[in-house]
Structures are given as C-alpha cells and as structure tokens.
Nanobody, 118 residues
C-alpha cells in the first residue's frame, strides 16, 4: 500500500514562495501517478497540478516535480496570492495518469495548511 505525508506549509506574505513536499512509502511508488489538490474553507476541493498539467490559476507560478531517488514529490509555489490560501493535499492513483478529478485518486495525505497574507 501507499501512504502519503505532506510537509512545507506555513504562513507567507503575498508574493512570497513555499515548497511543499510529499513523501510516499511503498514498493510500487514508481508505478503511481501523483498530483496536488487544495481546498479552502467553504469551497470544493480543486485540482492544482499533476506531472505536465496545471490549473489555469497557477500556471507560470507553481511547478510540480518528482525525485524518484528520494521517493518524494514536490510543489514549488512562487508569487503566492491570498487566493492560494488553502489546505494542500498530495494524492496518488494506480489507475489514472494526470487526472484532474479528485475522485480518481485513491490515496491521500492529511494535508498541509498554506496561508498567504495580503
């Protein structure tokens, strides 16, 4: 099985940067497709990024990457805006590649809070 743990969230001023990390464990990690989602209070969970795919709202500012040697997924977030404030989740699926649908992912981390002040 795959277990996911996110880290790197925090409080930052608008225009600042953060890097989120997701550390999966499991012998079959390399066979899973992975992505990032976020959810703000009172709003639905939304897609952020998968390998070679980005939500329009974060294109040019966020970058997803994967280090197979370290068994870690990253989300580099630059030029952060207050509207980026949310809990960010790492997710994985063994059946889909680059899906933007949260229900297609069957493994989830507990989330890490990102707060961007004005």
């Amino acid at each position: 099985q795959v277990q996911l743990v996110e880290s790197g969230g925090g409080l930052v001023q608008a225009g600042g940067s953060l890097r989120l990390s997701c550390a999966p464990s499991g012998r079959t990690f390399r066979t899973y497709a992975m992505g990032w989602f976020r959810q703000a209070p009172g709003k639905e969970r939304e897609f952020v990024a998968a390998i070679n795919r980005y939500a329009d709202s974060v294109k040019g500012r966020f970058t997803i990457s994967r280090d197979n040697a370290k068994n870690t997924l990253y989300l580099q977030m630059n030029i952060l805006k207050p509207e980026d404030t949310a809990i960010y989740y790492c997710a994985a699926t063994q059946y889909y590649s680059g899906s933007t649908e949260s229900r297609k992912y069957n493994y989830w981390g507990q989330g890490t809070q990102v707060t961007v002040s004005s």
